[in-house]
């Protein structure tokens, strides 16, 4: 006997609340505010000084990581877009704070050099003295365009946002309404992150070239506070703005709109079939997403103190698609997972935490074979574990009874066609 027969009840669900249905968001903010106090507890500027400071500002970067890694994970394993441009949105975002950062950073020193000048410099003087000091290592001594806002820091966390996401609007919108789908899209995301790094590169971009912005790690009109205090306050709006961002993403691929949304991830053609509008979905996702990476570069770039255009090559994009994958697609913890626990590692194994082992006339050292182990790691999930680490949160769950009601459907609370026949 089937369990059709015992689920005889209203025609149409109920409608939970969104914790309800979502209760892993719950769970997520519990095990981050306590991940936090934890963290303060420990750091050297609010607490037993147990945490180093250096570390506290590895642990502020890595919540950076997870917070674009959930943004590609709502891209990638919920509507099916494999993007490996969402680093360059990442650093997009990263440059924008960083103008301002160097460019105030540098009026201050130059204001305090010309202080002791006999004739008060003008402020043309002044601009033109913090233009020689920025762009003097490219030969120039003029403010580009793209440099137009610098002194202001409304305006720049305005670009923050405004140029990842308006980039992610246009190529978007060029690229979904011509159907470009599966590994042509792919393939298109990298060529615009591969042109978009080969263009900073150039000493003309702008952007210092090679050279990149530097010093983002000092806070203009705070160089007197310690950075013990500075990396708390950063680690805390890292916090802050990953719980946000998974609260958001999480009721963006939830209820109707996430089942649109996995629709088109599993079956494009029947859900244009079905009358929704597929393009806009997925201009919706690939923007708003890029605009969360932008964000969260906007807070890594001040903890790590340099961005250079290597920061937004391919490369990059592919690692954040691997700790995804790793972590589990299709799940937004997964993504955290695998990001943090992957660029955790990264800094242990590159960073001569890990010892190296003596293979008779061969050393293995984690410096240069840690990519390599990545590497295989990403393969043996793909192959053994697609479900990623989070998968294991599954098996938990499906040990459960599940909490169903009302009839079948894709809707989080209805049940599914393989209970019923259970």
Known sequence: MTRTATIA???????????????????????????????????????????????????????CLCLVA???????????????????????????????????????????SLA?????????????AIATQIFGVVGTSEFPWAWAFADSLFLQLLLVVLVPGLLALVFGWL??????????????????????????????SGLRGNNGLSGLQNIPGYEDVPQSVVSIA???????????????????????????????RDDEARVRFLGYHVESYKLFVFTLTAVIAGIAGALYYPQA???????????????????????????????????ALVSLLSSWFTGGGAPDIALGGY???????????????FVGVTLFFPKGIGGLFDLVAQRRAPDRQGDYGPEAGAWRKEEGEQ
């Open 234 to 264: 950063f680690f805390w709006v890292a916090a802050l703005a990953l719980g946000l961002g998974y609260v958001l993403l999480a009721w963006t691929v939830s209820g109707k709109m996430g089942s649109v949304i996995r629709g088109i």
């Open 116 to 128: 002791a000048a006999p004739i008060p410099p003008t402020e043309q003087e002044i601009v033109d």
């Open 363 to 377: 050393v293995i050292r984690w410096t240069d074979w840690w990519l390599v182990l990545l590497g295989v790691s």
């Open 305 to 339: 103190g340099i961005i250079n255009p290597a920061e937004m090559a391919p490369i990059a994009s592919i690692y954040l698609a691997v700790w995804v994958a790793i972590g589990g697609r299709g799940r937004l913890y997964g993504a955290v997972i695998g990001a």
């Open 175 to 204: 690229a979904f309404r011509s159907r470009v789908t599966g590994v042509y899209l792919s393939i298109l995301t990298q060529a615009m992150t591969l042109a978009l790094s080969l263009y900073l590169f150039q000493n003309d």
């Open 9 to 63: 009840g209203p025609a149409f669900p109920t409608r939970r609340s969104f914790l309800a249905e979502n209760p892993s968001v719950l769970w997520f903010l519990l095990a981050l505010a306590l991940f936090t106090a934890l963290v303060t507890f420990l750091a050297e500027a609010t607490g037993i000084g147990v945490v180093s400071t250096s570390f506290v500002k590895t642990l502020g970067k890595t919540l």
């Open 70 to 112: 959930i943004a590609m994970d709502a891209v990638w394993g919920h509507c099916g877009i494999l993007s490996l441009g969402h680093m360059a949105f990442f650093g997009l975002g990263g440059y924008a704070i960083g103008m301002w950062l160097m460019y105030a950073r540098t009026e201050i020193i130059v204001a305090e």
